[in-house]
């Protein structure tokens, strides 16, 4: 951990990186504002962060071999591996995690919203996983409730596993088969304890997942009767679905499913989480791919802290569509680099690993 007295702060200022403890306690969230002169200065005096500028971490080679792990487990599951193993593989991998989207929240998020290799459920999973990553942390769960959680998202739709021509089809389900769906959280459950998890909180989350405020979840429980852990999992999960593309519907893009879920979801979930989701990943989440003013295509390195709509990105092609060799960084605060239009996140497959390296070596500036 490294002291932030040597980093300048002044009132208004908002947070570039997560400022922590001298006992790793979060003391304050990526995007967040120092509220005034006097907190400056107690920031710089008690606060530290936890990556050194120009630390080399590669977190797209990372994220996807924990996604190709993940696969594995699950893929295991049908040799009901020993009790213990199943439960000890999914928390190191948690570990692992948490680690890498405390290092690099942004690398971690865009790796995922990029990944155009591993199954829906993987994926899914592990983007769920890495919000809940991120909102254990703003809400102060300690390290060993975030890691019951993290594996309770990366578990949460273990039931759906065997259904997969069903998720995948692409024609309307009937009743039975909508019935069939609905039943996977309760069969998760079960698959998790006879696969021998016994750690109540990831237990507990995992069979609220489907539970909204308002009650009208699967189970019908309420906001007073569901804990902070399935609260965030369940928005967690709902973002998380939005964002990838299904058989029967286009993905939706990152702003519309955060005002879908500000408009339409405040009586389900918990408006404090969605208020925090969106200053940590903002309009234009890492990984988006976005048409600049000057035709150039580009994708989001990170936000701005405090600004929701301006991020700053790698362009990788010129304004004719032709790749660039190395990716361009620009900001686009500058009113000739302004977006003028959300694209597909898969057209930045296009440049292969030379997106990776936007990231790679960047430390929290
Ligand atoms: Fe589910
Ligand atoms: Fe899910």
Same mark, same amino acid.
């Given at each position: 951990?490294?002291?932030?007295?040597? %980093?300048?702060?002044?009132?208004?200022?908002?947070?570039?990186?997560?400022?922590?403890?001298?006992?790793? +306690?979060?003391?304050?969230?990526?995007?967040? #504002?120092?509220?005034?002169?006097?907190?400056?200065?107690?920031?710089?005096? *008690?606060?530290? &962060?936890?990556?050194?500028?120009?630390?080399? %971490?590669?977190?797209?080679?990372?994220? /996807?071999?924990?996604?190709?792990? !993940?696969? $594995?487990?699950?893929?295991?599951?049908?040799?009901?591996?020993?009790?213990?193993?199943?439960? @000890?593989?999914?928390?190191?991998?948690?570990?692992?995690?948490?680690?890498?989207?405390?290092?690099?929240?942004?690398? /971690?998020?865009?790796?995922? $919203? !990029?990944?155009?290799?591993?199954?829906?459920?993987?994926?899914?999973?592990?983007?769920?996983?890495?919000?809940? +990553? =991120?909102?254990?942390? #703003?809400?102060?769960?300690?390290?060993?409730?975030?890691?019951?959680?993290?594996?309770?998202?990366?578990? $949460?739709?273990?039931?759906?596993?065997?259904?997969?021509?069903?998720?995948? *089809? @692409?024609?309307?389900?009937?009743?039975?088969?909508?019935?069939?769906?609905?039943?996977?959280?309760?069969?998760?459950?079960? !698959?998790?304890?006879?696969?021998?998890?016994?750690?109540?909180?990831?237990? /507990?989350?995992?069979?609220?997942?489907?539970?909204?405020?308002?009650?009208?979840?699967?189970?019908?429980?309420?906001?007073?009767?569901?804990?902070?852990?399935?609260?965030?999992?369940?928005?967690?999960?709902?973002? *998380? #679905?939005?964002?990838?593309?299904?058989?029967?519907?286009?993905? !939706?893009?990152?702003?519309?499913?955060?005002?879908?879920?500000?408009?339409?979801?405040?009586?389900?979930?918990?408006?404090?989480?969605?208020?925090?989701?969106?200053?940590?990943?903002?309009?234009?989440?890492?990984? /988006?791919?976005?048409?600049?003013?000057?035709?150039?295509?580009?994708?989001?390195?990170?936000?701005?802290?405090?600004?929701?709509?301006?991020?700053?990105?790698?362009? &990788?092609?010129? #304004?004719?569509?032709?790749?660039?060799?190395?990716?361009?960084?620009?900001?686009?605060?500058?009113?000739?680099?302004?977006?003028?239009?959300?694209?597909?996140?898969?057209?930045?497959?296009?440049?292969?690993?030379?997106?990776?390296?936007?990231?790679?070596? =960047?430390?929290? $500036?």
């Amino acid at each position: 951990m490294i002291s932030m007295s040597a %980093i300048p702060l002044v009132s208004g200022q908002r947070l570039a990186f997560d400022v922590f403890t001298h006992d790793e +306690c979060l003391l304050l969230l990526r995007g967040s #504002a120092i509220k005034s002169a006097e907190e400056a200065a107690r920031v710089q005096e *008690s606060g530290y &962060f936890k990556q050194p500028p120009g630390e080399r %971490i590669n977190v797209f080679a990372a994220m /996807s071999a924990l996604a190709d792990r !993940l696969g $594995h487990i699950y893929g295991d599951i049908r040799e009901r591996p020993g009790t213990g193993v199943f439960s @000890k593989r999914v928390r190191s991998l948690a570990g692992e995690l948490i680690q890498l989207c405390d290092a690099d929240p942004d690398a /971690s998020f865009a790796s995922i $919203h !990029l990944n155009n290799l591993h199954s829906y459920i993987a994926v899914h999973s592990m983007m769920a996983a890495v919000v809940c +990553c =991120r909102l254990g942390l #703003a809400s102060g769960l300690n390290r060993e409730q975030r890691v019951s959680l993290v594996c309770a998202a990366l578990t $949460h739709d273990l039931g759906l596993l065997d259904m997969v021509d069903l998720i995948n *089809s @692409k024609d309307m389900l009937s009743d039975l088969e909508m019935g069939r769906i609905r039943q996977h959280v309760e069969r998760g459950v079960q !698959l998790l304890g006879s696969l021998g998890v016994t750690d109540m909180l990831w237990l /507990s989350v995992v069979a609220d997942h489907h539970e909204f405020l308002d009650g009208s979840g699967y189970a019908g429980k309420r906001g007073e009767n569901l804990s902070i852990g399935a609260r965030i999992l369940a928005l967690a999960d709902a973002y *998380s #679905a939005m964002l990838r593309p299904r058989p029967y519907r286009d993905r !939706l893009m990152a702003r519309r499913a955060l005002e879908a879920l500000y408009s339409d979801g405040l009586d389900r979930y918990d408006g404090h989480l969605i208020e925090t989701l969106i200053w940590d990943l903002g309009f234009y989440p890492p990984g /988006s791919v976005l048409r600049l003013g000057t035709r150039e295509m580009a994708v989001v390195i990170r936000n701005s802290p405090g600004i929701l709509d301006s991020p700053n990105v790698a362009c &990788f092609t010129d #304004a004719l569509g032709r790749p660039l060799l190395t990716p361009v960084i620009r900001d686009t605060n500058d009113p000739e680099l302004c977006i003028i239009e959300v694209l597909d996140p898969a057209l930045a497959s296009r440049m292969g690993r030379q997106i990776e390296k936007c990231w790679n070596g =960047r430390g929290p $500036h």
